[in-house]
Nanobody, 122 residues
Framework: QVQLVESGGGLVQAGGSLRLSCAAS????????MAWFRQAPGKEREFVAV????????YYSNSVKGRFTISTDNAKNTVYLQMNSLKPEDTAVYYC???????????????WGQGTQVTVSS
């Protein structure tokens, strides 16, 4: 059973930075694609970024490209989302997700974490 546990959310001022972590357990993840999604109040969940576990392939939504960086630490089975130049519109619950689907970028995710709140004040 795959388990994903996010951490690192919090309150930050606009222009600041946060790093989210997603600790993965329960499988060997070398073939998995790991992603971050977010959901703001009253809005649908939206894709943020995805990476191959090796980190060799990444893909970002246009809204975060150039500000956010997704990365992995294989030794720690952890995926990170470094968020810089944060804006109030980045406020959302951020979710980690995993999939073995081969499509790039993946079109469906099988495993989800419980989410971590990020709030950006203006």
């Amino acid at each position: 059973q795959v388990q994903l546990v996010e951490s690192g959310g919090g309150l930050v001022q606009a222009g600041g930075s946060l790093r989210l972590s997603c600790a993965a357990s329960g499988r060997t993840f070398s073939t998995y694609r790991m992603a971050w999604f977010r959901q703001a109040p009253g809005k649908e969940r939206e894709f943020v970024a995805v990476t191959s576990w090796s980190g060799g392939r990444t893909y970002y939504s246009n809204s975060v490209k150039g500000r956010f960086t997704i990365s992995t630490d294989n030794a720690k089975n952890t995926v990170y989302l470094q968020m810089n130049s944060l804006k109030p519109e980045d406020t959302a619950v951020y979710y980690c997700a995993a999939t073995e689907r081969p499509q790039w970028p993946p079109d469906k995710y099988n495993y989800w974490g419980q989410g971590t709140q990020v709030t950006v004040s203006s």
